[in-house]
Structure formats: C-alpha cells, structure tokens
C-alpha cells in the first residue's frame, strides 16, 4: 500500500498522514525542546527544567535557551512525548501537551505547548497516583490511538521489577495499566497496522540508578520482547545473550513493515527483527567492536538509534566511543557503513567552540533527513562514573549536515548549545523533540 494515499487535510498542520507527508511537506525545526536533569550537577538544589532552544538560524536568538519550563528538584528528567501524534490523525486530537517524566521521582508533568516557543506547565499528575499502580521510575511517553498515552515503567512501587506500562486517559491523568507485567523494561514502540509492538530491558531502577556494576551483568536487561498490540500480551521473547543490554528500539516509519532494529548497547550490536511469514525472526546485523582505552577494552556503548523519517538511513550513537555512526538500510538484514562523526566520549575530538565531555547521546533528525542533532548526557550516575565532568561543566547539543544523497555527514563546526552556561547553573541534556512530528515520536495507524 502507498503510504501517503490516505492524505488528507488536518486541523492540525503536525499531524501528518504518512511518513512521507511528514518528510516532504514538514516545516523546518524552528525550536527544540531538550530534557534538563540537574541530579549530581552543581546546580542540583535547583529545579529540572525543560529547555526551549532556538534552532531557527535566521533567528536573532539562534542556538539561545529562549525559555523553559521548570519541574522538580531531583526528577532526574529524561525521556518525554506527546499526548498526541499522528497516530491520532484521524481523531480531532492536536499535538499540543508533552508529558514530561522525573524518572527518579515518578513524577509527571504535562507541559502546554500551544505557544511553541513559550511553552507553560499546564498540571501535574502526583507520584502517588502513579505507585499506586505499584509502578515506578516513567521512561518512554508514547501517544496511542483514540487519545490514550502509554508510558513504559521501569520498577514496582519498591523500585524492584517488574516494571509494566501505565496509561494516561484524554484528561492525562493516571487511568490504569497496560498489558502484562514484565521482570525488566525500558523502551518501547508499536506497528498497529501489523498488531505489533517491541519492548526491550535495562534494569530495575534500584539497580541502574546506582550507575553500571560490570560484576552484577545478571541484573541488567537482555531480553527483547514481541507483543500481541490488541491483546496487550507478550507472544515471543528473544534472548540477546548475557552482556548485552537491549535499549532502543525503532520500528520503521512506513506503517506496512513489520520490521525494527533494536541497539544492544553492552555488546555493541544492533539486531534487525521482522514478522516473516506470521513468525518474527531477530538477527545481529550490526557489531561495533570494543577498543582498548587504558589497557582495558572499551564497549562502544549503543546507546539510541534513529531511522529517517524516509527509513533509508540508520544513525547510531556509541556514547563511550564518541561516535555517531551512519548506515544506509535501504537492504535492512545488510546495512551499509556510510560516514561517522567522532566527537567526545573516549575517543573523539572536542568541538570547536567547546570541550565535550560526554559522547553522543540522545538522537534527533530533520524531518527532511538533511540535519541530525544529539545531547551528551545519558543518565547522572552513569555520567558521573564514565564522564564525570558532564555534571560539573554541563551538557551540550550540537548538529552535523546530512547530505541524503550522497550518505554522508558533516559536523556543524558553528552549532554548540552549551548547557552550562544558563543562568541558574549548570544543566544535563538528555532527549530532544521538535513541536513538529518527528523521528522518534511519531506512529501511523
């Protein structure tokens, strides 16, 4: 089926028909909004917040902090999305609230967007609501069909396993769970048009809160798990091997594939997962090896991964290497190594206007494909153990020039946001998302 047959006009110019519609027709970025953790920075007595960055280089404000929203001391902010997508094209829904959660204090905040660049808190759904549930520590805020969004949680109300999901009505408050309970969890994502949806596994909050102990390996996720989507029910679980640490995951846009890839961050492998013949297979097709830092080998640490919204190129991030590396999917079981930029972790070069301490982290791409943008913090007590300077000196987001054409990427030597530099101190940045459609957020039904 072509994908873009069913457009049509919306109330809301964000949401886009297909994915198609959205590469083709999308506006340009204008403004970013950027997770801000303070947790071990020291500025940590001082609220979580979440950024409004100008990216609009024709604006006079151009790589500023324009505003922010500001949350709770300690929230440890860092995955967030919206109530609604274009998954809810067809519902009279508009991409106006984002739902913000403090990983650490199961606190969730609903953040009013209707004026993009002077974004308001409009409520705040209490912790108690949500351990109610007996789940804890909110990691990825996806909207579902007919106005609900579901949440993947990683602990119970101790901050054990298992974690679970829990939903949102159209009011945005707590209204119950979603599907079965699972001993470990994290990321998540949905194909409805297949009846599909892939969870993966980090740890229970207990366990990676207190950063990464190579001796507890038992402890951390490495489990991929199938889901039935209308029965809210797991239907195969795939076994990625000891070490491995399965974290992203991304379907492809096109809603008729039934096919995902999922980055193991541990092993340094990115698995390519797909329905084939009313079974699902998981194959390795990516492995980026460990090298030596200080006599001892270095995983590269996958730590997100990002298809264009025209599902012809992968982007991964090795955090610890200092990487982001570029594949072409146009064969998915055979991607294609096309262009790296090195920039921080282990083993990259700092940026022109900016040491970097942290690698690359959190992934953002154009709607066009022609600009990609990432952050450097991936958790505070992970920052502190690997990069403790993140904390001190701060986060920034900078971009590299993506030429589709010809698969290759160029970093941007003038784009450096420099979060420790804001007016109150110093500041992590962890997940980017535009008031537009975007990579990372948006479904098809």
Known sequence: MDTDAHDHAHSDRTMYASPGAAATRGRRERVAYVACPRVGTPAAGEPDLL??????????????????????????????????????????????????????????????CADERHPERSHVVDPEDVLAEDLSAPHTVHCAPGGQVIVSMLGNEEGDGPGGFLTLDE????????????????????????NAMLSTAWANPNVYQQGFDPTRL???????????????????TFDMGSGSLPLEVRFFHNPERAEAYVACALSG???????????????????????????????????????????????????????????DVSDPAH????????????????????TVHGGPQMLQCSLDGERLY????????????????????????????????????????EFCVDFGRLSDGVARAHEIRWPDADCTSDVWV
């Not at 119950?176 to 994502?189: A, K, T």
């Not at 038992?218 to 195969?236: H, I, N, Q, S, T």
């Open 374 to 413: 990432w952050t450097t913090s991936l958790y505070s007590s992970w920052d502190d153990q690997f990069f403790p300077e993140e904390g001190t000196a701060g986060s920034v987001m900078v971009k590299a020039d993506v030429d589709p054409s010809a698969g290759t990427m160029t970093l941007d030597p």
């Open 171 to 194: 009011s945005l408050q707590v209204s119950g769970r979603w599907g079965q309970r699972v001993p470990m969890n994290y990321d998540f994502w949905y194909q409805p048009r297949k």
């Open 218 to 236: 038992d402890e951390f996720g490495r489990e991929v798990r199938v889901w039935d989507w209308d029965a809210e029910e797991v239907v195969e």
């Open 335 to 354: 991607p294609r190594h096309v262009d790296t930029v090195h920039l921080g972790g282990r083993f990259g070069p700092d940026h022109p206007l900016r």
């Open 51 to 112: 950024a409004v960055v100008d990216v609009d280089p024709r604006s006079e404000t151009y790589q500023q902090v324009i505003d922010r929203v500001d949350c709770g001391v300690g929230d440890e902010l860092h995955h967030f999305g919206w109530s609604a997508c274009s998954s809810s094209c067809h519902s009279g829904l508009e991409r106006r609230y984002l739902v913000v959660p403090g990983n650490r204090t199961s606190r969730l905040y609903v953040v009013d």
């Open 269 to 327: 492998q990115v698995w390519y997962l797909r329905e084939d013949g009313g079974d699902w297979r998981a194959d390795p097709v990516i492995d980026v090896p460990a090298r030596e830092f200080e006599g001892k080998p270095t995983p590269a640490l996958l730590t997100d991964i990002l298809l264009s919204m025209d599902d012809r190129y992968l982007f991964v991030s090795a955090w610890l290497h200092g990487e982001v590396r570029m594949y």
